[in-house]
């Protein structure tokens, strides 16, 4: 059965160490939008692995990992991350393969990000500055260069010429910048395309083929529901599908083919950057918890925001992504409260919404309507099986899964591979 994994609320709900668990009964591992701006963490025994472009099924010996063709590839941050596991022991070589129909972060793409968000002042969205909404600007607006065309060098350097000579009319007369040489960004990504070419594949036909001989596809996705560009809180979004619809355009393998979608959940709520949060907690507990969950962001470090438990927002990933399950992470990052809360809903000028509100606005003026259960204060990171969970913790999670419509499949306990339970 092949299995979309995807985050169920603002991203960094712990994806990382669930697809890791789910990767052992799969084949082949496939990341299928985002860019470096996404980051995957990955306790294996004491070392540490963050990934971030990628897929975590590599660091599991003989599984195939593919990058598909809704990425948007930075080479050099793509070669510096497998230089660095190979440096810690994990090669990739025959192992990884990357679509030659996505599209490649050129250095433009880069200055633009940075440039634009600066000059966004009090509007500003929280990007990243990697290059990755520009980059997905111009796949739209068919200016982009994918990693078909720099195998094939005589296109690259048409296409490169063409492109450069638009980019550079933005960067000098709006944002009064120096121009990009061709000569080094042409010389730089044929150095590039040397290292890249024996992972290039059509992966369309690649994975399809394997879907051909049964073997099982995990597809894992970066950031989170509320981050997509579609169904997310725009403009305070990321510039792709983050939702379960993503890993059908992003790697070519048809809906009749995915027979479970599994939403990953944080036993509270975080969010990175810019944007609306009605469940966001105080001061004093916003520490608290952002210590003891070590909520900072595994790309760019930044201190995550994080607030209670919010039913709304994951009701719409429930809906949009049309979840089977829900895997319930952090947990233990509640063991010390006396008091947890759940938002069930919004309160907001005398109405009640028990829905995600489209407008932003609206959203912003939002405030929860909590129901209060009590915590188990126990430490619960030894517990290996679901009925060894102290009572209000399953109290707990019995009242997420009945106010979401959806079963609870796995539970994190702690970071380690080991510390998962497995519901059902």
């Known amino acids: 059965m092949n ?29 299928y939008q985002g860019g470096a701006n996404a980051g995957h963490t990955v306790q294996f025994g004491d070392q540490e692995f963050v990934l971030h472009l990628v897929p975590s099924g590599v660091l599991h010996a003989g599984k195939r990992c593919v990058i598909g063709n809704g990425v948007v590839i930075d080479p050099e941050a793509l070669f510096g ?39 966004r002042h009090g509007r500003k969205i929280g990007t990243t500055k990697r290059g990755i909404g520009p980059c997905y600007a111009d796949k739209i607006a068919r200016l982009g260069i994918r990693v078909g065309d720099l195998m094939d060098l ?67 996705g970066a950031q989170g529901t509320l981050l997509d560009v579609d169904h997310g809180t725009y403009p305070y979004v990321t510039s792709s599908n983050a939702t379960a619809g993503g890993a059908i ?39 608290k918890i952002r210590t003891k969950g070590e909520e900072f962001g595994a790309t760019t470090g930044r201190p995550r925001r994080c607030g209670w438990f919010d039913a709304v927002v994951v009701r719409h990933a429930v809906c949009v992504n049309g979840l089977n399950s829900i895997a319930v992470t952090k947990l233990d990052v509640l063991d010390e409260l006396p008091v947890i809360k759940i938002a069930t809903a919004y309160r907001c000028g005398g109405k009640i919404y028990d829905h995600l509100p489209s407008n932003v606005r609206v959203l912003e003026k939002c405030r929860p309507v909590y129901e209060d259960h009590p915590g188990w204060q126990e430490d619960i990171t030894g517990v290996k099986r679901y009925r060894d969970l102290p009572s209000n913790a399953k109290k707990y999670l019995a009242r997420l899964s009945r106010i979401l419509k959806t079963p609870i499949s796995i539970i994190s306990v702690g970071a380690e591979r080991t510390q998962t339970i497995f519901v059902r």
């Open 3 to 31: 299995t979309i994994l995807i985050g169920a609320q603002w991203g960094d709900e712990g994806k990382g160490k669930i697809i890791d668990v789910l990767t052992e009964k799969c084949d082949y591992v496939v990341r």
């Open 81 to 119: 991350e497998i230089d660095a596991l190979k440096k810690r022991g994990v090669r990739v070589d025959g192992r990884l393969f990357i679509s030659e129909q996505a599209h490649l972060i050129m250095p433009y793409h880069k200055l633009i990000d940075s440039f634009q968000e600066e000059s």
């Open 154 to 220: 005589r296109i690259f350097e048409d296409r490169l010429r063409y492109v450069l000579s638009e980019k550079n009319r933005v960067l000098t007369r709006i944002y009064g910048r120096p121009a990009l040489a061709f000569g080094k960004v042409y010389k730089d990504f044929c150095a590039w395309r040397r290292r890249m070419k024996p992972f290039v594949v059509d992966t369309i036909v690649f994975l399809n083929e394997a879907v051909r001989q049964k073997k099982k596809i995990l597809f894992e």
């Open 249 to 287: 355009t992003g790697t070519g393998v048809a809906p009749t083919h995915i027979g479970e979608i599994v939403g990953v959940v944080k036993a509270y709520t975080t969010r990175v950057g810019e944007g609306p949060f009605p469940t966001e907690f105080g001061p004093e507990l916003m520490e």
